[in-house]
């Protein structure tokens, strides 16, 4: 079958775009390896706008029900299918087609909206798996304030550690962050963050060990330069900001990414360099990704793909 949209990931971007294209009547298929996207996994989210707290479960239900209340005989909904790639040929009225192959079948579209995301990079040692989500977090923005007058540690030299720490000094005790070798982030922000008396950061020092019992209570960490073989530091929480890798490796030599992978797109309409082909959410070059955005990002391609699928006619 020859879809106008294919829409992949089932996140907050790609149910977003899943309720728009069948308010629409555009004729859509959506591929998610699963439905609800990263923040499944925290227990409370709440910056959810329109809902002052819920768990990422019930989000995850909340978004795949949604999707299928409209969805009506305009969106095909392949859940625990994933995209392998996406190939393009010319059609004899000279519009682009796409082929995308999934681990079960080909399907053929005008366009593609892509909306896979991303995945945290995660602290390797010992401890940081078994007290995820009991101190060990990946997001300061979402559970920065539940460790309010706390000892915190962030994990990551660049500008997501130095803006994390920024935004935890507006209510922890306190906030050391740790970098493997010099600071990466922005001068002027490393700056700003380190005159916070509050602050303390530290160059050539790398996280060794968490320990806790229900909760985080300390983590060790060596230092290079100057010399140091153990120190242990009692802390309540770590937001480790280690990196993301974005989930686009089947789009690869496709459409321009930046050098970490993330899809380049212009930010007025989340077109990409393919014609064709939009991104929306966290697999994108956007600044910012959040669930709030993840969705009006995929909002704002959908009304584009709309207004491109009328041209086509
Ligand atoms: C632990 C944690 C907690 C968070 N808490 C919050 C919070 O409180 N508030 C907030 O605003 N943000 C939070 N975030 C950030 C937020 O989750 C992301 O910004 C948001 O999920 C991005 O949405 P997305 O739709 O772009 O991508 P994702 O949520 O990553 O969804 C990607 C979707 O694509 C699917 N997919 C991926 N690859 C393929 C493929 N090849 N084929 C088919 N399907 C595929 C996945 O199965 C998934 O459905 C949190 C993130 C984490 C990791």
């Not at 050539?204 to 300390?218: E, L, Q, W, Y």
Request: hydrophobic share 35%.
């Amino acid at each position: 079958m020859n879809y106008d949209l294919i829409i992949i990931g089932g996140g907050p971007a790609g149910a977003a775009a899943g309720v728009y294209a069948a308010r629409k009547q555009i004729k859509t298929l959506l591929i998610a390896e699963s439905f609800g996207g990263q923040s499944v996994e925290s227990t409370e989210i709440q910056n959810w706008i329109g809902t002052p707290a819920i768990s990422g479960i019930d989000l995850a239900k909340n978004l795949k029900e949604h999707v299928k209340f409209y969805a009506g005989e305009f969106v095909n909904i392949k859940e625990g299918e994933r995209v392998e790639s996406v190939e393009k040929s010319i059609s004899e009225s000279q519009q682009p087609i796409f082929q995308v192959k999934t681990s079960k079948e080909t399907y053929s579209t005008k366009t593609i909206l892509i909306a896979t995301g991303s995945s945290r990079k995660k602290l390797d040692i010992p401890g940081a798996k078994e007290f995820e989500g009991k101190g060990v977090t990946y997001c300061a923005s979402c559970d920065g304030p539940f460790f309010a007058d706390k000892d915190v540690v962030v994990v990551g030299g660049g500008n997501a550690g130095f803006e994390s720490a920024a935004q935890l000094l507006a209510y922890c005790k306190s906030v050391t962050l740790i970098s493997r070798g010099e600071f990466r982030a922005d001068p002027i922000t490393v700056e700003k963050v380190l005159e916070n008396p509050k602050m303390t950061a530290l160059t050539n020092a790398t996280p060794v060990k968490i320990k806790g019992t229900d909760f985080v209570k300390s983590l060790t960490y060596k230092r290079t330069e100057p010399f140091v073989d153990s120190v242990e530091i009692a802390i309540d929480g770590i937001f480790v900001e280690i990196g993301h890798i974005p989930a686009t490796s089947f789009v690869e030599g496709l459409v321009e990414m930046n050098e970490f992978k993330n899809i380049k797109i212009d930010h007025r309409n989340q077109r990409t360099s393919m014609k064709g082909l939009w991104a929306s959410g966290d697999c994108t070059d956007g600044l910012y990704h959040q669930n709030n955005i993840a969705t009006g990002d995929a909002v704002k391609a959908l009304e584009d793909i709309y207004l491109e699928l009328q041209r086509m006619k």
